[in-house]
C-alpha cells in the first residue's frame, strides 16, 4: 500500500489529483486542507488533515502522524489573491520549500511530485522566477522527484476568471486541431492549454505507474505532458 499526499487539494490541479487518486485502491491518501469537508464531495475515501504552513512546527507531522511516500505539490496562488509579491512567493515558493525539507529528512525519501509552469525554465518577472526558485530547491534536495510544466490550466475554478473562462473557450478547439494536424510537434504542445485533469492524470501516472526511482527524474513538459507515455 502506497501512502500519498496532496498539498493544494482544494486547488485546480489538487482536486484532480483528489478524485483520480480515488480511483487507485492500491493508494491511502491524505489531503492538507485548512478545513476538513470540503473534498468529501470528491472522494469517500480521502483523508483529510488540518494543516497549518505558517506553523514550522506542522512539517514534522509527515511522515509520522502523516504517512508519506509520494507528496503532490499542487500549491499556488495569484498575486491578485496574495495582495503583495511577499504574500506570493510564501505561498508558492516558502510553503513548499518547507515541505522539501522536511521529506528529506525522511528515510528512505518520498517522491516530490511539483506542479510549476511553462517558462520556469527561462523565467522572467516574479511568477516565473519564483517557480523557478522552486524547482531549484527540489533539484538541490536530492529527493526523486516529478516537475510539471503546464500552460494555461483549463478546468472549472472556484472563483471566476473572465479572462480564464474565454480562454477555455478558445483552447478546446485548438487542441482538437492541434492533435489532428501537429500529433508530434512538441513546441505546439509545449504551448498549448491543458486540461488539470491531464496535469493529474500525467502526474499520477509519471509517480505511480512508472516512478523515479526506475526511469531518473523527469520534467513533464509539451508532449510528455499531453502525452506522457507516448513521449517516452
Excluded at 506542479?115 to 526558485?133: E, F, M, N
Amino acid at each position: 500500500m502506497r501512502h500519498a499526499v496532496v498539498a493544494g487539494a482544494t486547488g485546480l490541479v489538487g482536486r484532480e489529483l483528489v478524485r483520480q487518486l480515488d480511483l487507485r485502491p492500491e493508494v491511502e491518501f491524505t489531503a492538507l486542507v485548512r478545513r476538513p469537508g470540503s473534498l468529501r464531495s470528491l472522494s469517500g475515501r480521502v483523508r483529510e488533515v488540518e494543516f497549518d504552513y505558517r506553523e514550522p512546527g506542522s512539517y514534522a507531522r509527515l511522515g509520522t502522524e502523516i504517512p508519506c511516500d509520494l507528496l503532490f505539490c499542487a500549491l499556488g496562488t495569484t498575486i491578485k489573491k496574495a495582495g503583495t509579491p511577499p504574500a506570493f512567493r510564501e505561498v508558492d515558493l516558502e510553503y513548499p520549500r518547507a515541505l522539501i525539507r522536511q521529506l528529506a529528512t525522511l528515510r528512505p525519501p518520498p517522491v516530490f511530485a511539483l506542479v510549476s509552469s511553462i517558462g520556469a525554465d527561462q523565467p522572467r518577472g516574479l511568477y516565473l522566477s519564483t517557480k523557478a526558485a522552486l524547482e531549484h530547491s527540489l533539484v538541490d534536495s536530492g529527493l526523486p522527484h516529478v516537475i510539471a510544466r503546464p500552460s494555461l490550466l483549463l478546468g472549472e475554478r472556484d472563483e471566476f476568471r473572465v479572462a480564464e473562462r474565454l480562454s477555455g473557450i478558445l483552447a478546446r478547439p485548438f487542441l482538437g486541431a492541434a492533435k489532428l494536424l501537429t500529433p508530434h510537434w512538441d513546441l505546439v504542445w509545449r504551448y498549448a492549454p491543458i486540461e488539470a485533469s491531464q496535469v493529474a492524470k500525467s502526474l499520477i501516472w509519471a509517480t505511480l505507474d512508472c516512478p523515479p526511482g526506475s526511469s531518473g527524474n523527469r520534467i513533464l513538459s509539451g508532449i510528455s505532458l499531453h502525452h506522457p507515455i507516448t513521449a517516452l
